[in-house]
């Protein structure tokens, strides 16, 4: 079940139904766990999908600056609102991009309250999700029936983010929200810690998205094979020293880290056979998969990835590709789908020996039985039920 409390504020307000309201990453810029879930309810849920901002720690260069520039881009040119193709209708508010001041966090507050009031035009919301603590001080300000903290990761933890902000923010959330969701078992304890219990609900994967059609990707060409893939943000979180070990033994191919860059080790930098594409658009990694000697997720053993339920794993499970992964509490229970290692040395001989042997029958068969359980269309039913408090 998941955890509730009574509705904060006694009923009062517009009483027109108005549509789900979500908070989380910008719509459409990369495929969220809760991007997935919310496309898959569109046909049943009208939704207003609020982008937000002000998560990272302010930074004049690097990735901040070109996340800054793409946040003003999209308020100067898409204006306030718009709606997606096969999508909600978005709401791009202006921000201020920090919450580690009272004023900062009262601005926010103040945009955040005054853009949505006047997209919901009088209308109640029957539900809020939110994916991010940043809307902590908005919970009983909104003509809103029921708030649920949708908890995805220990954003406290992430490198780049405001942690101290984030986890300030989030301690006063949970104790706000009427209910709570989280993506893993662990994050469910982190929350037990604040002293609010929460439902569970696993990341989900579209089966058939993961079937290649089309012909490897531009990014992909001149790309000496095999290809040994990881996708996904390039950043600290990945283990230097296990990709090292795997450069330094790979007498061919190309070993192949697809995804945007947010500040990675410039060690990266000195490894041979190390190549970077910069990002791959979502609809093309069936066929980066499909090209893929072996796909791996190389993170390092750190608080933050130890709360992590990477999307990409089950993703690199569909694509039928051999797959070595760092053993995680998110990896762990895969370990009869996919080679789950603990050492530098283990990880490099785990890619080498899949190289030459590809993927084993029992771990096709075990992919085969587990993942179809594990549909976007089934995670998208439990999350609506848990979400409106019916289950």
Not at 138 to 158: H, I, M, P, T
Not at 329 to 350: L, N, R
Not at 355 to 368: D, F, H, K, S, V
Request: positive net charge; glycine residues 8%.
């Amino acid at each position: 079940m998941i955890a509730e409390t009574a509705r904060r504020d006694g009923g009062q307000g517009p009483t027109e139904e108005g549509p789900w309201l979500v908070f989380s990453d910008d719509w459409g810029r990369h495929p969220s766990s809760c991007q997935h879930l919310i496309r898959h309810l569109l046909p049943r849920h009208s939704v207003l999908w609020v982008n937000t901002v002000g998560t990272r720690r302010p930074s004049l260069g690097g990735y901040g600056l070109r996340r800054g520039v793409e946040k003003v881009s999209g308020w100067l040119l898409r204006r306030e609102r718009r709606r997606s193709e096969a999508g909600p209708v978005v709401l791009n508010p202006v921000m201020w991009p920090s919450f580690r001041s009272a004023a900062g966090r009262g601005l926010n507050r103040w945009l955040l309250e005054r853009a949505v009031r006047r997209a919901l035009g009088g209308r109640r919301a029957p539900v809020a999700i939110t994916t991010l603590p940043i809307v902590a001080d908005l919970v009983g300000r909104l003509a809103v029936d029921r708030w649920v903290y949708y908890c995805v990761d220990d954003l406290s933890k992430w490198p780049g983010l405001d942690g101290q902000a984030l986890e300030e923010m989030e301690n006063e959330l949970v104790h706000r929200v009427d209910g709570i969701v989280a993506v893993s078992h662990r994050l469910a304890a982190r929350l037990a810690q604040l002293g609010r219990s929460s439902g569970v609900l696993s990341h989900g994967v579209d089966l058939e998205h993961w079937v290649a059609r089309a012909g490897p990707p531009v990014e992909l060409a001149g790309l000496e094979r095999p290809l040994v893939v990881f996708w996904g943000v390039v950043d600290r979180r990945l283990e230097v020293a296990w990709l090292e070990a795997l450069a330094h033994r790979l007498d061919r191919g190309t070993l192949l880290l697809a995804g945007p860059s947010n500040d990675p080790d410039p060690a990266l930098a000195r490894l041979p056979r190390l190549a970077r594409s910069g990002p791959i658009p979502y609809d093309r990694l069936p066929e980066v998969g499909r090209e893929a000697g072996v796909l791996i997720m190389p993170y390092a053993d750190l608080p933050v990835t130890r709360a992590i339920q990477p999307l990409k794993l089950k993703e690199y499970l569909a694509t039928g590709r051999p797959t070595v992964v760092r053993s995680l509490p998110a990896t762990e229970p895969w370990a009869d789908c996919c080679d789950v290692v603990a050492t530098a040395e283990a990880f490099a001989d785990g890619v080498l020996e899949r190289l030459a042997t590809g993927l084993p029958p029992a771990q096709r068969e075990a992919r085969r039985r587990r993942l179809v359980q594990e549909s976007w269309t089934h995670k998208a039913q439990l999350f609506e039920t848990m979400v409106l408090g019916t289950s």
